[in-house]
T-cell receptor
Framework: QKEVEQNSGPLSVPEGAIASLNCTYS??????FFWYRQYSGKSPELIMF??SNGDKEDGRFTAQLNKASQYVSLLIRDSQPSDSATYLC???????????WGAGTKLIIKP | NAGVTQTPKFQVLKTGQSMTLQCAQD?????MYWYRQDPGMGLRLIYY???????DKGEVPNGYNVSRLNKREFSLRLESAAPSQTSVYFC??????????FGSGTRLTVV
């Protein structure tokens, strides 16, 4: 059974601080890793994806992948109230491009 | 710049009624998906279509049927709605595993 685990939160972070979101996965054969943001009542939108071990940066967002330890993280620098949302981690494990989803972490940025 | 279009956005059904959720994408993607999202349970795959003319069951297919009408359109049918099918339904499409693009969702209530 392939699983993706996330802490449901809520994770409360002061405005301007770094928010750190974590995700673990069960399948060592997993190939690609995705972070989506979902505002309340809206659909998920892709923030970043990462394939290789290490860090990938895009503006205020950094994705970190550690395949040996089977976790992927999302760091949000200089957190803004507009970053308040649920963040979904998804893992792609086969060539059919299917994603296994975590249940999401609710992030609250306090002004 | 429509992306993935879902209709309707809201629907209330009585137990036993049938309905079809429509989804269309204009990005020339091969793969399309139907998910349901329930509180605390994340996204669960109902059916997917890896290419025009093919469909496959996902994690929770019971009570649903799908049709991949052409490359653009992928519909989801509830033949006899049950209260357990009250959920938010999302259609998504993808190409080459670079993440999914989601429609805006359908909020379905079965009473």
């Amino acid at each position: 059974q392939k699983e993706v685990e996330q802490n449901s939160g809520p994770l409360s972070v002061p405005e301007g601080a770094i928010a750190s979101l974590n995700c673990t996965y069960s399948d060592r054969g997993s190939q690609s890793f995705f972070w989506y943001r979902q505002y309340s009542g809206k659909s998920p939108e892709l923030i970043m994806f990462i394939y290789s071990n290490g860090d990938k940066e895009d503006g205020r967002f950094t994705a970190q992948l550690n395949k040996a330890s089977q976790y992927v993280s999302l760091l949000i620098r200089d957190s803004q109230p507009s970053d308040s949302a649920t963040y979904l981690c998804a893992v792609m494990w086969d060539s059919n491009y299917q994603l296994i989803w975590g249940a999401g972490t609710k992030l609250i940025i306090k002004p | 710049n429509a992306g993935v279009t879902q209709t309707p956005k809201f629907q209330v059904l009585k137990t036993g009624q049938s309905m079809t959720l429509q989804c269309a994408q204009d990005m020339n993607h091969n793969s399309m998906y139907w998910y349901r999202q329930d509180p605390g349970m994340g996204l669960r795959l109902i059916y997917y279509s890896a290419s025009e003319g093919t469909t496959d069951k996902g994690e929770v297919p019971n009570g649903y049927n799908v049709s991949r009408l052409n490359k653009r359109e992928f519909s989801l049918r509830l033949e006899s709605a049950a209260p357990s099918q009250t959920s938010v339904y999302f259609c998504a499409s993808s190409e080459d595993g670079n993440g999914y693009t989601f429609g805006s969702g359908t909020r379905l209530t079965v009473v």
